[in-house]
């Protein structure tokens, strides 16, 4: 359909809107719905999320390299008790400043550009690690990588949420974090089984491959109908939303209502307007949410897995209990992302906080009263070293810690994980949203960083119950949070999220 031929339906469209009863603006929205055509969305959402695939992978890439690295014949490459963390942990440095970064990518750039400018670092960052020849390269791509994984933590969840129609904004808000397991699992399976006969560099090369099916997909999707309106590009936004939403559609009157929100945020934020609840309260929300979800500890128990396991003596072999957690991880992301468009946002996240608050407790409870030989060696020894370590004898008892972590990773699943990106991306207001949600992403990673690098001091110092009782406090601190700040957004469109906050009536939230 040209676009000149639109315009006269446009008006129409949006001067009956703005005159139609609320009722039936319901009822139309729900035939809106039900007409749509999602499979160029459903893909366009793909491409997006091999960003996510990229980061995950990227993330647990020590997990198998650091053993290999520890016994290197080459002394420049050799990492020992000093460099092998910092060879984990640096990747969350490199992500806060990705973050911060795309706070002024998402406005520049737009949402889509930026996932696509994350390709370059991503890709000379595997390229330094795959052809390292000391320590400084494996460090500066580990840095690169995850300054990619920042940008697109920041830039992706706002590109879905932008894209999509509230009838499926959940469950493809949900996407980033599977893709992300996803990304995880694979490497652990390249690691497990390739590492027997390709050289660790190859596991470099293989993060190459979703990085550049990531960049060749999104030149062919289109960018965010509300980015592309904050720029002045009616046209360009008009026929992004005819492409995701079908022509045969009335993405017209969706056109319009976006239009209409857009136009009411042209202007940059000042300083003034931050003092605006309408702009704090929601930027507020998203960012608590991003602190308090990596202060619920699941950095640190992913980082270090295997190493708990085999403090705590579980019955299997430690690279079993963690592909059997990344399992049910994936498994729990998967059941969320249906659940969310139904259930609702909160009561996933009520459930979320609550297994995980039982989960640390009782793995807190089961260490404190180990046998006093596991309590000394805890004390004595580090985390980092205890991988070398003869497994002490064991019984069926120390499944517990097997079956408490694998709770805690399926209640982070269900809510806490994916639930608070979505959030993220739904609330934050259009005029501040790349601004805010890099902040929000600076949060979540210096937080993780901090929080990764006082674990072994603490755990050393004063036993490896401390950390998770004190998990298990945050996660109480969820529940109270969720249940006095955190609005319902299920169905909701982001004007109507908008409307809620700029004027305070809960109307705008009720169906």
Known sequence: MDPSAREPLVRKTSSSYQTFPESTVRRLDKEYLRSLHNKRLYLAVFAAVLGNFSFGFALVYPSPVIPALEAHPSPALRLDQHT?????????????????????????????????????????????????????????????TGYAGGVTSASIPVYISEISHPGVRGMLGACPQIMAVLGSLVLYALGKYLGLVLDWRWLAVAGEVPVLAMIILLCFMPNSPRFLLSQGKEEEALGSLCWLRGKDTDYAREYEQIKDSVRKQSRRVSCAEIKDPFLYKPILIAGVMRFLQQLSGVTCILVYLQSIFKRTSVILKPE????????????????????????????????????????NLTMGIYIHFMPVSHNSTIANQTLASSASLPAEPTNYITLIPLLATMFF???????????????????????????????????SWLTAFTLTQFFLPVVNAFGLEVPFLFFAVISAGNILFTGCCVPETKGRSLEQIEAFFRTGRRSFMRR
């Not at 498994?331 to 969320?336: E, K, L």
């Not at 659940?339 to 608050?357: E, H």
């Not at 809510?415 to 949203?433: D, F, N, Q, V």
Request: proline share 3%.
């Open 84 to 144: 092998a963390p910092w060879f984990g942990s640096v990747f969350t440095l490199g992500a806060a400043a990705g973050g911060l970064s795309t706070m002024m990518l998402n406005d520049c750039l737009g949402r889509k550009l930026s996932i696509m400018f994350s390709a370059l670092p991503s890709a000379v960052g595997y390229a330094l690690m795959a052809s390292a020849q000391g320590v400084w390269m494996l460090l500066l791509g580990r840095v690169l």
């Open 320 to 359: 079993y209990d963690a592909a059997l957690v990344g399992l049910v991880r994936l498994f729990s992301v998967a059941i969320a992302a249906v659940s969310m468009d139904k259930a609702g946002r909160k009561i996933l996240l009520f459930v979320s906080a609550g297994v995980m608050l039982a989960s």
């Open 409 to 443: 990773i399926m209640g982070y699943a269900l809510g806490w994980g994916p639930i608070t990106w979505l959030l993220m991306s739904e609330i934050l207001p259009l005029k501040a949203r790349g601004v805010a949600s890099g902040l929000c992403v600076i949060v």
